[in-house]
């Protein structure tokens, strides 16, 4: 709630039940069978105004799903609820979020899969306007000040209206890198905070309405880490969401994307200043530059089953590799031409390591079978 008192909770729709919590013990202040039967969005929106625009005692909420909007209103004393469908008219839409105006909750901003907003006057629970905004549905919106609010697009629209009432005049458009999740807005510092499905958060200064990434993270399980040799303040992750980040430990921002299309997970890595290479889930190794993340070559069906486990010698002239089904491979540099196969294991091999004897350095094989074979290259 806006006085951080309550909580909202609902369940699915075979649940079918939603809860109020008082957020100072933990305790249910209320229950009750959901309006509609499945939620997709709710929104508190300060207390229920009387018939001369006074506050009450009775908190007010809105909840959607299902093709319907419900407006609720909740005595926190007394643990009740009242609630009312609005009127959407002839218009039928699926909404995915909510917002009620800063302008004592005069009205009530919902977006649609439709790519449109509508708005709502609370007072007579009807439609007063819709308004346009993007492709792939409107999925957040948030209200800033008594006159503006922002809606973000699926297709990563990112636009701020100026709001007059039922009067809504575009103010401007910016295009993100993914579908717009959630808004938020920091009084304290002006800004508007955007996060995207892309692991992408951005700021937007509403002075100039101009639009700067904030920061960054992958969307999925990381499987992988390096650092390059004999440095510390930066490195490189590669996750499941099929992307390489590098990254500067001492701004904590990402200074390169490596990204391979189609390509699967990139499994392991090796990271110089210079280059990474990489072994990824098509079976395929692939080097990057380090400087902007682009692709230098590739090495096609360097393994069956995807690439596991990736090793550069000291010299920087050959590659060692491992693969799911326990082989070993080494490839010259230069020529990218496999030089040596080796088969000791029957399973993935998980990890190549270097062990330097006098002037001859041997790669250390790991495998999911707990066995170590240390194989000399110089001999191979």
């Not at 075979?14 to 809860?19: N, Q, Y």
Request: some cysteine.
């Amino acid at each position: 709630s806006h006085d951080n008192r309550l909580l909202f909770s609902c369940g699915n729709s075979l649940d079918k039940k939603m809860f109020i919590w008082d957020t100072a013990n933990g305790f249910i202040v209320g229950s009750c069978l959901m309006t509609p039967d499945s939620i997709i969005c709710a929104r508190f929106g300060g207390f229920v105004k009387d018939i001369k625009g006074r506050e009450t005692n009775r908190y007010q909420f809105a909840t959607c799903g299902n093709k319907q909007i419900a407006l609720w209103k909740f005595d926190a004393k007394t643990g009740t609820f009242e609630h009312d469908i609005i009127n959407t008219g002839w218009t039928v839409r699926e909404y995915t979020s909510i917002e009620f105006s800063r302008n004592k909750e005069e009205f009530l901003y919902t977006g649609t899969t439709s790519g449109d907003f509508f708005i709502f006057q609370i007072k007579n629970k009807v439609v007063a306007a819709v308004v346009n905004v993007c492709a792939l549905g409107v999925t957040s919106v948030q209200a800033i000040d008594i006159n503006t609010i922002a809606c973000g697009g699926g297709n990563g629209t990112l636009a701020l209206f100026r709001t007059d009432g039922p009067n809504v005049t575009p103010i401007n458009k910016t295009m993100l890198t993914g579908a717009v999740n959630s808004l938020q807005y920091c009084e304290a510092s002006d800004l508007l905070i955007s996060a995207t499905d892309r692991g992408f958060i951005y700021k937007t200064t509403l002075n100039d309405a101009k639009t700067y990434l904030h920061s960054e993270n992958h969307t999925d399980s990381v499987v992988f880490l390096a650092y390059p040799p004999k440095v510390s303040d930066r490195f490189a992750s590669c996750s499941a969401d099929g992307t390489i980040r590098l990254w500067d430990v001492s701004e904590y921002l990402v200074t390169a994307r490596c990204i391979a299309l189609n390509a699967g997970t990139p499994l392991c890595l090796t990271y110089t200043d210079e280059v990474v290479i990489s072994g990824w889930q098509d079976g395929k190794i692939r080097m990057f530059k380090s400087e902007d993340g682009s692709s230098v070559w590739q090495i096609d069906n360097a393994h069956k089953g995807g690439v596991t486990a990736i090793l550069l010698s000291n010299n920087y002239k050959f590659i060692c590799s491992g693969g799911a089904e326990g082989e070993v491979r080494v490839w010259e540099l230069r020529s990218r031409q496999m030089i040596s196969h080796l088969k000791e294991h029957t399973n993935r091999v998980t990890k190549l390591y270097p062990v330097s004897y006098t002037h001859l350095t041997l790669p250390t094989i790991y495998s999911v079978q707990i066995s170590v074979v240390a194989v000399s290259l110089k001999k191979k």
